[in-house]
């Protein structure tokens, strides 16, 4: 097992004496129902292109069977599957209350042929080796427990040459811009929460996890370190948002 970062440490309630993986797990739960317009509303729906472009560069390579990881409500898998025409997305989170809400999702879009859904947990994938041709993760790793043990069993499931994906909160570089989204994200996202009658601290932590997040080069170092060929980080939006990609070694 690697050592914790200090991103792994962040935690969204203080004074609860669970892991940080039950806290996550907690607090998706409470905040399922709205987390979709939240979302779209603290974003203004940039989000949707943010995950359009991390989807299209998996189209290259064609993969049959994707794995998404922290799948959350399914966004990303159903977007992924209209871009892509996998033959099947295999879903998996932690938070029940997520999953349910993506459940309902696919079987509005009649896909539940194509997209499967599980509870699951990033650092303990319940799928062999060599299973997937891709694996993605939208606005995920930052909540895991141990972000380099999540990158490593991912890395495990990836068929060799397989490719990773992930999308990310990163902090601007620009100082104006980093100025801009500091006051945004400490001050109006969680009063926004707040006026959504959601939890407050879910928003400080997304917030903090955010912050405290190793991005850009350090996160492409972790992923070389863990395994990972082919690294590559295209920041989005100003630095707003990274995307991040590497191969299993062929």
Request: hydrophobic content about 40%; aromatic content about 10%; proline content about 4%.
């Amino acid at each position: 097992m690697s050592a914790p970062l200090p991103h792994d440490n962040i935690i969204p309630f203080k004074d609860s004496g669970k892991s940080k993986k039950e806290q996550v797990a907690e607090m998706f739960d409470k905040i399922a129902g709205k987390y979709d317009v939240m979302n779209r509303f603290l974003s203004a729906r940039t989000d949707i292109g943010w995950r359009k472009k991390a989807i299209r560069l998996l189209k290259k390579d064609n993969p049959q069977h994707i794995l998404d990881v922290a799948t959350g409500t399914a966004d990303m898998a159903l977007m992924a599957y209209k871009i892509l025409q996998p033959a099947q997305i295999t879903g998996i989170d932690i938070s029940e209350g997520m999953l349910e809400l993506g459940r309902k999702k696919i079987e509005k879009e009649q896909l539940g042929d194509k997209i499967h859904l599980h509870t699951g947990d990033s650092e303990t994938i319940n799928f062999a080796e060599n299973t997937f041709d891709a694996v993605m993760v939208a606005f995920g790793v930052r909540n895991f427990e141990n972000l380099e043990n999540g990158l490593a069993e991912m890395l495990r499931v990836l068929k060799p040459g397989g490719r990773l994906v992930v999308l990310e909160f990163s902090k601007p570089r620009q100082k104006a811009v980093k100025s801009f989204y500091n006051l945004y994200m400490g001050l109006v996202a969680p009063q926004v929460a707040r006026w959504f009658k959601q939890n407050k601290e879910a928003y400080q932590y997304l917030n903090e996890s955010a912050n405290a997040f190793p991005d850009r080069q350090l996160f492409t170092d972790i992923l070389k370190k863990v395994g990972y060929t082919s690294t590559d980080c295209k920041p989005l939006s100003f630095g707003i948002c990274c995307i991040y990609s590497g191969r299993k070694p062929s």
